[in-house]
C-alpha cells in the first residue's frame, strides 16, 4: 500500500489537482467511508465549469476510470450534473445509461421534465441506440422511476418532430 503524503492528508478537496480530485473519489467509492449523498458535492467541484479546457481535462481523466467507479461516480452526483457528467464518458455502456435514466428529480425541483430531458437528451447525443437500449431496460426493470415512461415517449415525439422539421427545412438550425 502506498503511504498517503501529508498533503494529500490535509489539503482541501479545492485546492488539490484535478488528478488528486480524482484520485480522492475514486479511493471515497472504493473504502465506502462517504454515502453518495455526501460525495455529491466533491462531483459537483470536480466537474465545476472553466470552460472547454475544463470540458477536455475531465475527459481525459474519466477516461481511465473503470465501470463501477463510473457507475458509483453517476450514481451519486445529483441529477443536475448527470448531462454534463455523461457527455464526458469517452464511451458510455448500457449500465451506464441505466443509471443516469434512473435518477429521480428532488420534490423541491421547479421543473423536473427540463432535468429529465436534459439527461435524455445527453444519453441521445452519445448514441440513439444507446438511448432506445437503455429506456427498455429501464421499462422492464422494478427500480423504474414513476415519471419515466411518460418522460421518454414526449421526447421519443420532440425527437421525431425535429426529424420531419429537418427534413422539410434543410438549412435550419435547430
Not at 479511493?27 to 470536480?46: C, D, M, N, Q, V
Not at 476510470?65 to 452526483?77: N, R, V
Request: glycine share 2%; proline share 7%; aromatic share 10%.
Amino acid at each position: 500500500m502506498k503511504k498517503q503524503r501529508w498533503y494529500e492528508k490535509y489539503l482541501p478537496f479545492v485546492a488539490r489537482s484535478p488528478e488528486m480530485q480524482l484520485r480522492w473519489l475514486e479511493a471515497s467509492f472504493r473504502k465506502g467511508a462517504l454515502a453518495s449523498h455526501e460525495i455529491t458535492p466533491y462531483i459537483r467541484l470536480f466537474m465545476a465549469p472553466d470552460g472547454e479546457e475544463n470540458l477536455a481535462r475531465v475527459r481525459a481523466l474519466l477516461s481511465g476510470l473503470s465501470d463501477s467507479a463510473i457507475e458509483q461516480m453517476l450514481g451519486a452526483a445529483d441529477i443536475n450534473d448527470v448531462p454534463a457528467l455523461f457527455r464526458c464518458f469517452a464511451d458510455p455502456k448500457l449500465s451506464h445509461a441505466v443509471v443516469a435514466l434512473t435518477k429521480v428529480p428532488p420534490p423541491y425541483e421547479k421543473n423536473p421534465q427540463l432535468v429529465v430531458d436534459k439527461i435524455l437528451q445527453a444519453v441521445y447525443d452519445c448514441s440513439e441506440a444507446l438511448l432506445t437500449q437503455a429506456a427498455e431496460k429501464v421499462s422492464g426493470s422494478a427500480a423504474r422511476p414513476a415519471h419515466f415512461q411518460e418522460a421518454y415517449e414526449r421526447f421519443k415525439e420532440v425527437k421525431e418532430d425535429e426529424k420531419l422539421l429537418s427534413a422539410l427545412y434543410p438549412k435550419a438550425i435547430l
